[in-house]
């Protein structure tokens, strides 16, 4: 690299570099520019259309509580038309009222896609415990075993362990029931949880 020994010698050598990439420059400038539009234009329509997914669903959730078919029917094409947040919540409502009838085919399917939009980890882990707990009400134990291992975060170890122990315990698994609610506990999870999983295991003891 030139080292310059005078300021009259460094502000020539700054104006050589502008008269030779001066062009350059300007159109990266106006590339630039356009980018920040096009990424603010991104957000702002980003922000429209979550704004309106959220307006969507609050309707949309209200006619579910009519419990009528149409409610559910509004329900669910809301769902499969948003594929973000508010779809997945929607999904997730349909399951619950699926379940209150004791419909757990048609929760399943709502809790499969509601896995598939899921962006968030959380979000999603939430989604594997509830679809592994309608996945084990139909039978389902190994289907519900593998659901289980989607879920990710030391949150839900505690509440991924005990659905596991119930799942095991149901295929006549004692032992690893007896394993899975000990993980559990020693996730060091809420008060709640651990009163919970002690009761599940002196069940076991009895």
Do not use: C
């Not at 419990?67 to 038309?81: C, R």
């Amino acid at each position: 690299m030139e080292v310059y020994t005078t300021e009259n010698e460094q502000v020539d050598a700054v104006r050589r570099f502008f008269a030779e990439n001066g062009k350059a420059l300007a159109i990266g400038v106006v590339l630039g520019i356009a980018a920040l539009g096009g990424w603010r234009f991104w957000q702002s329509h980003q922000d429209s259309a979550l704004t309106e997914a959220s307006a969507s669903f609050q309707q949309a959730n209200q006619s579910l509580t009519s419990n009528n078919a149409k409610g559910v029917a509004d329900l669910e094409k809301f769902a499969q038309s948003n594929d973000n947040n508010y779809g997945v919540f929607a999904a997730l409502q349909l399951a619950d009222h699926f379940v209150g009838t004791s419909d757990f085919a048609n929760a399943e399917k709502q809790l499969v896609q509601a896995q598939g939009q899921a962006k968030e980890d959380n979000l999603r882990s939430l989604v594997n415990l509830r679809l592994a707990r309608v996945q084990m009400q139909q039978g389902k134990f190994d289907d519900a075993l593998k659901t289980l291992d989607g879920v990710k975060g030391e949150g839900w170890t505690a509440m991924q362990q005990g659905i596991r122990g119930d799942v095991l315990f149901a295929k006549g698994d004692a032992k690893g029931a007896r394993e899975a609610y000990s993980k559990g506990l020693d996730s060091k999870p809420s008060q709640t949880l651990q009163t919970v999983l002690r009761m599940k295991l002196n069940n076991l003891a009895s």
